[in-house]
């Protein structure tokens, strides 16, 4: 069973970086798609980046522009770059695996805490 580890999270101030990265076991994770998700206090999980196998990006309007998602199939990997962070950007972070109609697919890891200070 596929295993997901997200790991880079960390408190920062505002207008701070912070690098995510989400490594996954088992050598089908090359041919599928990757989304990173969050989860606020009180609030749903949402999809905020996703990627295809081939590199194409989309983001949610509430990260576009200060964040960029990128992959390395070889070391079975998706990372979130996340500059100018803001207060709002406080969650938890999940990535998982896209199912073809865009749903999440695999177990969830434990997620990395993000915490930005104003």
């Known amino acids: 069973q596929v295993q997901l580890v997200e790991s880079g999270g960390g408190l920062v101030q505002a207008g701070g970086s912070l690098r995510l990265s989400c490594a996954a076991s088992g050598s089908i994770f090359s041919i599928n798609a990757m989304g990173w998700y969050r989860q606020a206090p009180g609030k749903q999980r949402e999809l905020v980046a996703r990627?295809?196998?081939?590199?194409?990006?989309n983001y949610a309007d509430s990260v576009k522009g200060r964040s960029t998602i990128s992959r390395d199939n070889a070391k079975n990997t998706v990372y979130l770059q996340m500059n100018s962070l803001k207060p709002e950007d406080t969650a938890v972070y999940y990535c998982?695996?896209?199912?073809?109609?865009?749903?999440?697919?695999?177990?969830w890891g434990q997620g990395t805490q993000v915490t930005v200070s104003s």
């Open positions: 990627i295809t196998s081939g590199g194409s990006t």
């Open positions: 998982n695996s896209l199912s073809r109609l865009g749903l999440p697919s695999w177990p």
